[in-house]
């Protein structure tokens, strides 16, 4: 028993048998035949979530985190304990990773209630791992550091630096139009990811490990460590050590995201040019501690926080120049006078505390000053309009900003089985100043908002040199994809949204500099063709599936189950 009189170790939680002195005989005892000693059994417990998994390339490195936390945790007195969880490895998983984030949420959550266990070590990475755990912690609210796999190393071809994955879409693209051959994105194959780890470029899962640092979940320095890094296991044993520490200080989830660590987080997401993905997932997190996220906020922050990172996609560099280039730390620092400093970290210290250190060495042909950014605005912008009154989300620092201002025909696919079959048609009618729909694939749809709004150039237009166009989609996509991509158009077609009724030879207007997308069809039009046209939504009968469909949010709410959101 604790001195505030609190059950602790093993003593919590109790399984219920009607007699908690024989519930506690009877753990001890199963305990004791995993050979601990009786010092052991009285010691507090820290609970570490092991997302190992075969189908989990990014979290290859995962028993020695496990391994390194477990010695920080022994180290100051604590009884480590390793328990597996749902692991998602974003390209094994049908038919989208984000189907199945909310459900490893679930289970984080529902994990931590059920164990006995003073504090929780969560170890994650790939792309939907880190959100999904952040959500559940969120909600279970125990105390809780987040420890990053890391990102992978760059591979090498032909004397050029290659990383996962924007540089596998570059190339893919260049083998649809012909200019690279089979022998050649074969060897490429091979060479795009050669570590363990996540992207070595900032997509979803580099974006997620920032914010998580920036909202004081995880020590601060760790989000950019590469994988194969000795320091990442430093890193891992450190992350062990403060566990407890954090415990006893009584900072829990509740206390870390707030609403003014939610907007330095917002505010880092728009410097780094981070995934859109990121609005997201950010979104879904905050939501669970009644945070609510306004897109005509994340626009007034984006006009006035420029973007500070040259990282891929969005400039040249990969999250290893990014972490030998004074990482989080230079970032932050650079945001200094826009951030909320009184925010409290796992540490204990706040935010202006852990700014307060000497600054070390800056690369800044990777991190510029804040006078001196890339880009004068930040790397995300909402778009509102007939078209997606709910909103929707396009990634200017990665787009063509000679289509930031124009009007044209729409190209429509109803689904994503009509786009794989007509997309190469040489039949097709389309144009390079026409713009592509895709509809139905948002996330009530039956792809469950797949990442698939990088629509691909139609292949008769790439092998005549387009590299992009403006493309409109309810889905997302990949964090490490570029172009002028709208996604995220809410509502989506699923439920009724505009996206749904557009036709091929409709014309849309995009106007960044007014931040709206309109469909110049008449509402008198579109209500026929509303009537006509009902929205379908997936409608599956058992299962996980079921769920999914009944209980899942739009896009504007992140994608989370109405049921898992904190109650007003």
């Not at 879409?169 to 074969?186: H, L, N």
């Not at 996604?487 to 036709?503: D, F, Q, S, Y």
């Not at 599956?540 to 599936?545: E, H, I, K, L, V």
Request: proline share 5%; aromatic share 4%; net charge negative.
């Amino acid at each position: 028993m604790s001195d505030d009189g609190k059950m602790t170790g093993l003593q919590q939680g109790l399984t219920n048998y009607g007699d908690k002195d024989f519930s506690l005989y009877l753990r001890r005892s199963f305990a004791k035949s995993m050979g601990y000693s009786d010092e052991m059994l009285d010691r507090p417990i820290v609970g570490i979530i092991n997302t190992a998994s075969g189908y989990n390339n990014c979290h290859r490195g995962m028993p020695e985190l496990v391994e390194a936390v477990k010695r920080g945790v022994l180290m100051r007195g604590g009884l480590p304990i390793d328990f597996p969880t749902i692991s998602l490895g974003e390209v094994f998983l049908n038919p989208t990773s984000l189907m199945f984030r909310n459900l490893m949420a679930m289970d984080t959550e529902e994990m931590i209630r059920a164990q006995p266990m003073d504090a929780v070590v969560m170890i994650g990475g790939c792309d939907k791992t880190v959100p999904a755990q952040l959500m559940g912690a969120a909600s279970a609210d125990l105390p809780t550091i987040q420890l990053i796999v890391g990102p992978m190393m760059t591979g090498r071809y032909e004397g050029e630096r290659l990383g996962a994955c924007t540089d596998c879409r570059r190339f893919w693209a260049d083998f649809r139009a012909g200019r690279v051959g089979e022998s050649q994105i074969a060897a490429i194959e091979g060479n795009l990811a050669t570590t363990m780890g996540t992207c070595a470029v900032m997509g979803t899962a580099s974006t997620m490990a920032c914010i998580a640092e920036t909202l004081g979940m995880t020590l601060p320095g760790t989000a950019a460590i590469p994988a194969v890094h000795a320091d990442r296991l430093r890193a891992a044993e450190a992350t062990g050590a403060q566990a407890l520490a954090t415990a006893r200080l009584g900072l829990t989830p509740a206390k870390l995201i707030t609403e003014k660590s939610v907007e330095n987080a917002l505010r880092v997401l728009l410097a780094l040019g981070g995934s859109t993905n990121g609005i997201l997932h950010l979104t879904a997190i905050a939501g669970r501690r009644g945070v609510k996220i306004s897109l005509e906020r994340l626009n007034e922050l984006s006009d006035t926080t420029p973007v500070l990172i040259n990282l891929k996609p969005t400039g040249v560099g990969y999250m290893e120049d990014f972490h030998t280039a004074g990482a989080m730390g230079a970032l932050l620092r650079e945001l200094e006078p826009l951030l909320h400093l009184d925010c409290p970290t796992v540490t204990g210290e706040t935010l202006g505390d852990r700014l307060k250190a000497a600054p070390g060495f800056v690369d800044r042909t990777i991190i510029r000053p804040r006078d001196d950014g890339f880009e004068d605005v930040g790397g995300l912008v909402a778009l509102f309009g007939n078209l997606a009154p709910g909103g929707a989300i396009l990634k200017r620092s990665a787009a063509d900003p000679t289509l930031f201002e124009a009007t044209g025909r729409a190209v429509v696919f109803t689904s994503l089985e009509d786009l794989a079959e007509r997309i190469d048609a040489e039949d097709l009618d389309v144009k390079a100043d026409d713009i592509l729909v895709l509809q139905n694939a948002g996330p009530k749809s039956p792809s469950g908002m797949p990442e698939a709004g990088y629509i691909p150039i139609p292949k008769k237009l790439a092998q005549a040199g387009v590299k992009d166009m403006i493309r409109i989609s309810d889905c997302r996509m990949s964090g490490t994809a570029f172009g002028t991509i709208v996604l995220h158009v809410t509502p989506e077609a699923a439920v009724g949204g505009a996206i749904g009724l557009v036709k091929n030879g409709d014309e849309i207007r995009l106007s960044i500099a007014n931040k709206t997308l309109e469909l110049l069809v008449d509402n008198a039009e579109l209500k026929r063709r509303r009537q006509a046209n009902p929205p379908q939504p997936a409608t599956p009968t058992r299962g996980y599936a079921k769920l999914y469909a009944d209980h899942v949010t739009q896009a504007d709410q992140g994608a989370d189950f109405d049921f898992l959101m904190a109650q007003d």
